[in-house]
């Protein structure tokens, strides 16, 4: 409840803010544009290392989009295939990207694109061959760590 009341709350606030007159479908349709973002985007991970890893995930049209951010000050992007060594994994299931961007020189981005069936609650993004870490495994949602 306190989630849709946010959503109603953030389309007032678009609505008035754009000089609209805020109507009932208006707000209605505001609010539906601003559940959709909202359901969309899941939150962004960061994987460290020696290339420091940013992913951040979005669902589109029956694809999965991840847009990977590379940083590094040592290595070039140029070597890493993100499309030989990313992996989507849903629920037992390993998916190669069916489309994936390059990255170069020490500071990148490229998009990851996986085609599937329907939106994920949970799934993990499995990337290997990045420099020092043989293999990185993030997780949506993210686990808490252990005390």
Known sequence: MIGRSLVSAAALILVTQAGITPTPARLRAASAAA???????????????EVTLDLEPRWQDSVLVVEVTADTHSVDLTGIDLGESTRLIVADSSITPVEAGSLSGHHGSAELWFRIAERPDRFAIEIREVPDVPVRL???PAEEPNP
Do not use: E, H, N
Request: no cysteine; charged share 30%.
């Open 35 to 49: 559940a959709t973002r909202q359901d969309t985007v899941y939150a962004k991970q960061t994987s460290k290392g």
């Open 138 to 140: 993030l997780k949506w």
